[in-house]
C-alpha cells in the first residue's frame, strides 16, 4: 500500500482530528497520507437529524466506505461509537486521550456556582441535562445542536448577536482540537459531571483484512500510534454502556482511568466510575470499581506483583460488573437503560 487514504467527514472538527491523525500515521510509519472527504447522512440532513450523530449516521457512511475500498483509515470520535463491533473493521489504534471532562462556557467568567438564577445553559445531551440539573436545579436546560461554533455563538457575549444563553456545556476535548479553549470558564471535574463513555478519545479504524498477513508500514504506525492505558479505560467505559444496553443519547456518564503500579507497590489500577441519573436531574446513581491487575498475585512476596498488567477483557469486565452494580441498586427505574430499554 503505497499511499494511505483516510477518510473523513467535513466538518472542522472532524477534519482537525482526522488531520492530526494524518500526520502521525505519516511520522510514524513513513507513509504518505491522502484525505478523502466523506459526505454523511448527518452533514447533508441537517437540523434535528444532527441530534442522531449518536446513533451512528457520522460513523456509518465512514464505515461504509472503509468497506467499499474508498478509503483505508477512518477516524472516529469514540464516544459516537457504537458498542457493537463491526464487522470486517478492526479499531487498530486509540491514540492517546484529551482531557475527557466538559466544559462550561458561560458569559462573563460564570461557572456552575456563579451562575444566576434560573440561568438559560444550552446542551442537546440527557447526560449533561441531568447532572447540571442535579447540582442546580433552578438552571433552565435549552435543548440546542449544531457544531461547536454555532453552539458557542449562542452564549450571550461570544457571537456577534446578542446570545440567548448564559452558557453551553461542550466536550473540552472538541474545543481543544478546535483551539477555542478561550470559551471555557469552567472545567466540570468528575465529580459534578461524568463525561459520555469514549469522551476524548478517538479510534482509527481500518479493515480487518489489512492487518493480517505480514506487518506493513501502516500496521506498524497503529500500533505505535496505540496507547495502551486509553485503550484500556475506553474499553472499560464501552463495556458498562454496552452492559446497561443504552446508546450515547442516554444519561450515562463513566469514566476510568488507570493507574500504574511503582517499585513496592502493587501491579496496575484501573478506577471506573459511572453515574445513571433521571434526565431532569432529580435522581442520581453513582458507583466506582478499582480492578487491580495483582488480585491473583495479591500477598504472595513475587516482584511480579508490582509488575502485573491488566489487558482490553480485564478492562471490559470491569466495566460490565460496574454496569451490574448500577443495575442492581435500580438504574434501570431511573433511566431507559437496561434488557428492556
Ligand atoms: N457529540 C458530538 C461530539 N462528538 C465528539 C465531540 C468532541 C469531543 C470528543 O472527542 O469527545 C463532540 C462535541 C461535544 O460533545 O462537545
Not at 117 to 126: D, E, I, L, N, Q
Not at 130 to 141: M, S
Not at 245 to 271: F, K, M, Q, W, Y
Request: aromatic letters at 0%; one cysteine or more; glycine letters at 12%.
Amino acid at each position: 500500500m503505497a499511499v494511505v487514504r483516510i477518510g473523513t467527514r467535513a466538518s472542522t472538527l472532524a477534519l482537525t482530528q482526522t488531520g492530526h491523525v494524518a500526520q502521525d500515521l505519516a511520522r510514524l510509519g513513513g507513509l504518505e497520507i491522502e484525505t478523502v472527504h466523506v459526505r454523511t447522512e448527518g452533514d447533508r440532513l441537517t437540523g434535528s437529524l444532527a441530534s442522531l450523530g449518536g446513533t451512528g449516521v457520522f460513523v456509518t457512511a465512514l464505515r461504509d466506505a472503509l468497506l467499499d475500498g474508498r478509503c483505508d483509515v477512518a477516524v472516529h470520535s469514540l464516544k459516537d461509537l457504537p458498542t457493537a463491533p463491526a464487522p470486517g473493521l478492526t479499531i487498530a489504534a486509540v491514540p492517546v486521550r484529551q482531557d475527557p471532562r466538559d466544559a462550561l462556557c458561560a458569559r462573563d467568567g460564570l461557572t456552575l456556582r456563579t451562575l444566576p438564577p434560573g440561568a438559560r445553559v444550552g446542551t442537546g445531551s440527557p447526560r449533561r441535562a441531568a447532572q447540571l440539573l442535579a447540582t442546580r436545579p433552578d438552571l433552565e436546560v435549552v435543548d440546542i445542536r449544531g457544531n461547536v461554533d454555532t453552539r458557542l455563538g449562542r452564549v450571550a457575549g461570544a457571537g456577534h448577536g446578542p446570545g440567548d444563553l448564559d452558557a453551553v456545556v461542550l466536550a473540552r476535548a472538541g474545543l481543544a482540537r478546535l483551539g477555542r479553549l478561550d470559551a471555557v470558564t469552567e472545567e466540570l471535574d468528575g465529580d459534578v459531571m461524568l463525561p459520555a463513555p469514549g469522551q476524548g478519545a478517538l479510534a482509527v479504524e481500518v479493515r480487518t483484512a489489512d492487518l493480517t498477513g505480514p506487518a506493513t508500514p501502516l500496521a506498524s504506525a497503529l500500533a505505535a500510534l496505540d496507547d495502551r492505558p486509553t485503550r484500556l479505560a475506553v474499553a472499560a467505559e464501552r463495556a458498562l454502556l454496552g452492559r446497561l444496553e443504552a446508546g450515547c443519547a442516554a444519561p450515562v456518564g463513566a469514566l476510568a482511568s488507570l493507574a500504574s503500579g511503582g517499585t513496592g507497590h502493587a501491579g496496575e489500577s484501573l478506577r471506573v466510575q459511572a453515574v445513571v441519573a433521571r434526565t431532569d436531574g432529580t435522581a442520581t446513581l453513582r458507583r466506582e470499581l478499582t480492578v487491580a491487575a495483582d488480585e491473583a498475585l495479591r500477598g504472595s512476596a513475587s516482584p511480579a506483583a508490582s509488575e502485573a498488567r491488566l489487558d482490553e477483557r480485564g478492562a471490559a469486565a470491569a466495566g460490565t460488573e460496574l454496569a451490574d452494580l448500577l443495575l442492581a441498586a435500580g438504574a434501570a427505574e431511573l433511566a431507559p437503560v437496561g434488557p428492556s430499554a
